[in-house]
């Protein structure tokens, strides 16, 4: 499979594609499930293409975090700093609650355009150097945030050793990570790539903080991107356990998430999926109708790829990121261009490739539906949203 987000030029279309195997494994003793195979982070994030802020959305989320993040902290200007701060969706709204920020990004383009919008933040990768100098430079952290970037990270007992250095004696770590439970259940085949090291259920994550000598002391259950969880940790006994934590155990018993036919269940039914999307789409453009894609997303590379989805059915795929418009989807090669093409190219039917969004989608596209465009929803199976 090719890298989730390694848009293509056009004119190096012809060219050779970076192309990894994509193998999902699980730990029979942890339970944590994970790749089999690491990419190099530099190769994947130095010029990242995926901007938070493109999905109106996800800011309201963030607008969500920042205040949330509030009711742990003991002062009003605590220092709370994000890991993968991306373009500073959440920075912004936390320093505009007069806390101290500072954003650790990776992506030369992401930490710029935060730094332009004035923003602090360190284009660096984190880990126990960067925790010692911002330790060093502006003391410890009352909150450390990493949402949908502990699953991109390989060594996480470097991040544990982090956190050590950088968290103060009651700090907390707040973690947004998409839920193995969600993945399954929903058959989110597509969130699968190489940027996902790591697939966290609650179990694999209280082994993990144990090591550390810290704990989980909140869960919460997230709709954002499919399906996350929100997790607290904390240093043993710095703050009360929530219910919440004992009853998120008791769920994931339920559901079986250490049990291997668990998973034998979900092989069978990405399967499935991906025979009812080929064969919707291949239908479809048999009786002649025009297809097109809405978001350039990265598990929308995985659906595509994984498929056998190119140009020959998908006409274009619309994305509002400015980053993307003008290349190529990585190994499928469609056209990524501005969602002005929905209206004007008025396509019989679009795919949602960012289908976690599908009520803003389609209520954006109202025009769009009302005169008898279709979107297609892939996951869990193929389905045409609004038709009689
Ligand atoms: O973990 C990750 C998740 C959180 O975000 C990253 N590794 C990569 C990325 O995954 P993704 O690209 O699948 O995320 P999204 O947020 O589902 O991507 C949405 C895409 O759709 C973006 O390119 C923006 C675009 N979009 C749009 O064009 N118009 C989104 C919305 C809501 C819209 O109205």
Known sequence: MPLANALVRPNEASGPELTFPLDVLRCVSCGLVQLGQVVRPDVMFRSYPYSSSASAPLVAHFDGLAHDIRRW???????????GSNDGVL?????????????????????S?????????????????????????????????????LAHIDDLRAVLESLEILLEPR??????VPYLNDLIERVEYDTIYHEHLSYFSLA???????????????VQHLPVHGGSLRVVASRHGAHAQRPS?????????????????????????????????????????????????????AKGATLLNYCGIGPSTI?????????????????????????????????????????????????????????????????PFARVLGSA
């Not at 920075?91 to 930490?111: C, K, W």
Request: overall charge negative.
């Open 113 to 149: 355009a935060a730094k332009s919008s004035g923003l602090d933040t360190w284009n660096e990768f984190f880990g126990t150097d960067v925790a010692q100098r911002i330790v060093l430079d502006r003391g410890q952290a009352s909150a450390v945030v990493g949402t949908n970037v």
């Open 91 to 111: 920075l912004r709204p936390l320093q505009q609650s007069g806390l101290r920020v500072l954003g650790i990004e990776p992506a030369d383009n992401l930490a």
């Open 245 to 297: 934590v004992e009853a998120f155990r008791g769920f994931e018993q339920l559901k079986r998430l250490q049990d291997a036919r668990t998973f034998q269940r979900f092989a069978d039914d990405v399967q499935r999926s991906r025979h009812e999307l080929v064969g919707l789409l291949s239908t479809s453009r048999q009786s002649g109708a025009r297809i097109a894609a809405h978001g350039a997303s």
């Open 315 to 379: 006409e274009f795929i619309a994305d509002t990121t400015r980053f993307k418009q003008g290349l190529l989807s990585p190994g499928s090669h469609i056209p990524i261009v501005p969602e002005s093409a929905i209206l004007e190219q008025r396509p019989d039917y679009t795919l949602l490739l960012a289908w976690n969004y599908a009520e803003d989608i389609v209520a954006k596209f109202d025009s769009y539906v009302r005169s008898g465009g279709r979107f297609i929803h892939p996951i």
């Open 204 to 218: 694999p994550l209280e082994t993990l903080f144990g090591l550390a000598g810290m704990e989980v002391v909140d």
């Open 171 to 176: 700090g907390v770590f707040v973690v947004e």
């Open 73 to 83: 902290l003991s002062t009003p200007d605590a220092l709370v700093v994000e890991i």
